[in-house]
């Protein structure tokens, strides 16, 4: 049902307009003076807006610019009863849907009316199209510059848990699930459905970072501290002041950094390498990892006071096999995405694509089946996609017998298993099995150090 505010300093039209449009089963709001129909539109969500241009000691066009600044997606009739062309066209200019002349017809406002609800209808289709699939909204969208799709019921309560949490700015949050889960694109979503959401979101790769810098890294310097500190630099904590700080692959910080970092989420304050003052931080700690912290707690790889500090909000994404409902629209929204990229059309699909990707154990998870899409739209040659553009081995796919084997929560196996078909896919070039997994170099090496996997494979002696 429309909501509609009639703004006109006369009290007989507002009253005798606002009982039409209330038999005619809208919700009409009546206001006589400016400062009235202003806090309406602040305390109610108005659809439409019909308002007159000759008010006492205001000009309604001026309130029409400020009414389509502040609320874009409110329409507004504009009515007056010493109209003329160049008020009409200012209108039309300003962003009034219709103008009417007064007197008119009751007829003559329930046409324009009607007009102005198809043209909203056909707005919220136009946003229903460019959302489908997607669970947040366009304009989240494109703060988080990612997008989030999904309909099955594990995703949804993901994204309820991460809107909620966002609401309350201070509180860190511990973000866990396989690699190429989205880890990050939730953080993005914490971030800037916050309060938090016009400043910084710094995100920090903790494995990426040499040992020697890291504290130089995180609390900035001074001048002169160290050999090559030529200037004074701010580090992660002071960058992500009054914003968000995401530390990925978290588990892999070094301990001896580990104690420094508990101090400043505690104290909120930092020192620069080489200086005596401390400074005054303000962020939030959103942190992920792949690894069980519990885990790394019991083989003292990473502090238990700082796992609880980092962890007082969880939220665990299940890996993509689990939510096999969600293959489906995450396989056409990167369809059409990589084909719109690449400049191609959008193939068909035989049949039994989607379904032999549902059965799949996509142990790369969300990033794997992009992949997998983009390679399949590259090597294509013709107008349709089958089976055979997605070579999967038998081994990987899923039967009812081993849809769930003993170690599918294992997640150090699968990484390891990962890292592997990387580092062979690649022919064990780091950099470019690096990439395949969506991690740098250096964090490449830590995790083939962790999991004790060689540079290449050892060649047989004769």
């Not at 995405?337 to 996509?362: G, M, R, T």
Request: proline share 4%.
């Amino acid at each position: 049902m429309l909501n509609v505010l009639i703004l006109d300093d006369e009290k007989r039209f507002t009253e005798e307009l606002a009982e039409f449009l209330e038999n005619s089963g809208f919700h009409a709001y009546e206001a006589n003076s400016v400062g009235l129909g202003l806090s309406i539109l602040k305390k109610t969500e108005i659809d439409l807006l019909i308002l007159d241009v000759r008010l006492p000691g205001s000009n309604g066009l001026d309130i029409l610019k400020d009414v389509k600044s502040l609320y874009p997606n409110i329409e507004v009739i504009v009515v007056s009863g010493h109209g003329d062309m160049d008020t009409v066209i200012q209108a039309m200019r300003l962003g009034a849907f219709d103008y009417l002349k007064k007197p008119f017809r009751h007829i003559d406002i329930r046409i324009s009316i009607e007009r102005t609800q198809k043209f909203l209808a056909l707005q919220r289709e136009v946003k229903q199209l460019e959302e489908k699939n997607s669970l947040i909204s366009k304009s989240l969208e494109e703060r988080i510059e990612r997008h989030f799709i999904g309909v099955s019921t594990p995703i949804k309560e993901i994204l309820d848990q991460a809107l909620t949490v966002a609401q309350y700015p201070d509180t860190n949050v511990l973000i866990t699930g396989e690699s190429g889960t989205g880890k990050e694109n939730i953080a993005r979503i914490i971030h800037y459905a916050s309060a938090r959401k016009d400043a910084i979101f710094c995100a920090v790769n903790s494995a990426s970072i040499t040992e020697s810098l890291l504290e130089s890294e995180f609390f900035g310097h001074k001048k002169g501290s160290f050999t090559g500190a030529v200037a004074d630099k701010k580090g992660f904590f002071e960058i992500s002041n009054h914003g968000t700080l995401f530390l990925d692959e978290i588990a892999d910080m070094q301990i001896n950094l580990q104690a420094k970092m508990l101090r400043a989420i505690e104290e909120k304050k930092i020192t620069r390498v080489g200086d005596t003052h401390s400074i005054d931080v303000d962020f939030r700690i959103i942190s992920a990892t792949n690894n069980p912290l519990d885990k790394l707690v019991e083989e003292q790889k990473f502090r238990l006071d700082l796992m609880h500090r980092l962890n007082t909000f969880h939220i665990h994404i299940p890996p993509l096999r689990e939510r096999p409902e969600d293959i489906e629209s995450l396989f056409l929204f990167f369809l059409e995405d990589i084909a719109k990229k690449l400049n191609k059309p959008i193939p068909q699909l035989n049949d039994d694509v989607i379904e032999l990707l549902q059965k799949y154990s996509f142990p790369g998870n969300v990033r794997e089946l992009r992949n997998m899409v983009e390679r399949a739209m590259i090597l294509n040659k013709g107008r349709k996609l089958s089976i055979e553009d997605f070579p999967i081995k038998e081994k990987t796919v899923a039967t009812p017998e081993t849809l769930l084997p003993v170690d599918t929560f294992n997640l150090e196996t699968h990484e390891a298993e990962l890292i592997r078909a990387a580092l062979k896919d690649a022919n064990y070039n780091r950099v470019a099995a690096a990439k395949l997994l969506g991690i740098d170099r250096m964090a490449l090496v830590r995790k083939m150090q962790k999991y004790m996997i060689e540079p290449e494979p050892q060649i047989a002696q004769k």
